[in-house]
């Protein structure tokens, strides 16, 4: 045997100078190696002499230096700062994922938490039911019917989760004919992508809400049975609906302007459901629920705070009285095409308001279409001279002060030269013989100047008493009713008095207040002189079912019963007598005690006299008073505008009607005839 043989080194070999391309020779190749080529010649054919295969041809191109190779054995180069720089490169890539997942799950954690939960968990207002508000008798006047407002999650139709380009447009397309509302405007809230909530539409019926579920739910049955080649997203995913309560006034435009209305928000915004708002809407309440594709988690976790309903309200008005006064004074404004009017009715014994009308009204049902100027209440907003009504006051302070009795006898003369200025009545007449009785009957201007002249040694103290009695009669001063709007009317002081209005108040120029008030001084009458506050809330009911009294209204003494009782009488005379101004209130079996009054008017919008204003007052019976009612119409045009032939009528037929409501018997005793002249010399 042979050892092995050392390898054959290949030693480079030098390039052949001087020889062309096509004489270089191949290069020799060891034995027993075949040559680089073919490895086989083709059968049947000879390679050459010796029966070798040919060499292979170097490439034609210039030979390549062959690189020299080392001359010891080779060895390969160390891994380890190779594998340091990827232990390195690891450690900062693990550091990173640490200091992150540290960063997520400790630092930010409760960060995160949130902001999944805002995407989970879904937050939804309960609204409370707002109170009733109803009449003396419990009849519903204001109350609440189920409603829905429509509100989307927009996040939830964005085209990355929908997969659909116009999905909004395409929820807009079908939730537009049922909403009524516009498809541009609704696929402009619907398309914003980055809000969790939109308000689609307000106060919807359940009728509306089914429609919407019924339509999302064949939606829903589509997706189901569409293939999963070609998925079919439900557009309507995002829709949801807050129950909510409607308000509805049952009797429509009836007693509109004390009831108020509320807002597209639900809110008071006007009348009573305005200034009792904090008490009838209650407090809302909340319910957090988990959803996944817009849909509740029944099995997941939801939290609820109950919602606590609004306290119920029952007022001092009978919806029957109401209703007729409304129905009379509607009528005569239209009749005489007056600007508006208005009808206060009320309980003498208690001060409770039993009707408070205006016309013309508006219906709160539709509050967007009614007229702005009928909005309000314009029985306690507007600001009036009397007139002849407010005599009533000037009397009461004479008899009162002792000036002067029924029957004291009063020469009213043609014209009255007073200041600067030269007073009537408003007719022509001779030289009046009038007692004090008939100077309030036949409602002469010039007998009240001449009887108020007595009630101080000088003009300035006579007018410093009259003041006091008006004062405490309730103008100048609230009501007590603390409506919103309310004007307190408007009296100055006594030293601010000009020469006009010291002879023009007495008889009802020259100041100003509001029907209500103008109500209260017959009440103060009827009520043996004692004035009770006027009240419209007669009591609340709570959520718990818990009945709580209104406070007892205000009383004062304004002057003593047997004033109050010559008053009374004397009122007699207006109605009854042949002489008197207020024969059309005459009423079959009961007494009647009232006065008319007719004033020029202030028009608003030139703060100059323009027009009248027709006027009535009194109360029944006047032998045992119950109701007083107060009738006011401003600047009527057609036809007279006395204050006994526009207002006589209206009071006779809504005190007839709330007699008979509230049944009161009639009078027993015939009225006392006073007298109404004198004959000079006897």
Known sequence: MTGPKEPRRRVPRPAQRGRSEGQRRPAARPSGRPAAGKATAPKGGRSGASGKPPAARRPTSAPRPARPR????????????????????????MLVFAVRLFQVQAVDAAAYAARA????????????????????????????????????????????KTKIDDAPQQAAALLAPILGE????????????????????????????????????????????????????????????????????????????????????????????????????GKDGKLVYAQSGGRRVPTADAQEHPAVPGT??????????????????????TKSKADRGYVVVQDTRTGKILALANAPGFDPNHIAGADPAALGNAALTDAFE???????????????????TPATRVTVPNRLHRGDRLFSDDIDHPTWHLTLNGVLAKSSNIGTILATGQLGKTQPEANRVLHSYLHKFGIGRPTGLGFPGETDGILAKPQDWNTSQQYTIPFGQGLSLNAVQAA??????????????????????????QY?????????????????????TMLESVVDDEAGTGAKAK???????????????????TGRYHGYTASFAGFAPADKPRITVYCAVQNPTKGSYFGGSVCGPIYQQVMQFALKTLQVPPSGAKAPRLPVTFTPGE
Not at 321 to 332: F, G, N, P, V
Not at 395 to 404: K, S
């Open 70 to 93: 080392p001359a010891g054995p080779i060895r390969l180069g160390s891994p380890r700062p190779r594998l340091r720089l990827v232990a390195v490169a690891l450690t900062l890539v």
């Open 117 to 160: 939960n805002v995407n989970r968990y879904v937050p939804v207002k309960l609204a409370a039911e707002r109170g009733t508000i109803t009449d003396r008798s419990g009849v519903d006047l204001a109350t609440t019917v189920d409603a829905y407002d429509i509100t989307a999650d927009p996040s939830l139709l964005a085209p990355d």
């Open 182 to 281: 516009d498809r541009a405007v609704l696929a402009g809230k619907l398309g914003k992508s980055s809000s969790r909530y939109v308000l689609l539409a307000r106060q919807q019926t359940p009728q509306v809400w089914k429609r919407i579920k019924d339509l999302r739910a064949s939606l829903n049955a589509k997706a189901a049975a569409a293939p999963r080649s070609a998925p079919r997203p439900n557009v309507l995913v995002g829709i949801f609906a807050d129950r909510h309560s409607k308000r509805i006034y049952p009797n429509n435009e009836l007693a509109a302007g004390v009831l108020g209305f509320v807002n597209s928000e639900g809110k008071g915004a006007g009348g009573l459901e305005a200034r009792l708002d904090t008490k009838l809407a």
């Open 312 to 333: 119920d309200v029952q007022l001092t008005l009978d919806r029957d009285i109401q209703w007729a006064a409304q129905k009379a004074i509607s009528e005569q404004v």
């Open 386 to 404: 009397p007139g002849s009504t407010s005599k009533l006051m000037s009397m009461a302070a004479v008899l009162e002060e002792g000036a002067a």
């Open 520 to 545: 209260s001084v017959y009440s103060t009458i009827a009520n043996g002189g004692e004035r009770i506050a006027p009240t419209l809330v007669s009591g609340t009911t709570g959520p718990d079912g």
């Open 548 to 568: 709580v009294p209104a406070p007892t209204p205000q009383k004062n003494r304004v002057v003593s019963p047997k004033t109050a009782a010559q008053l009374a």
């Open 587 to 605: 009423i079959d079996g009961y007494r009647v005690g009232g006065k008319t009054g007719t004033s020029n008017r202030v028009d608003p919008k």
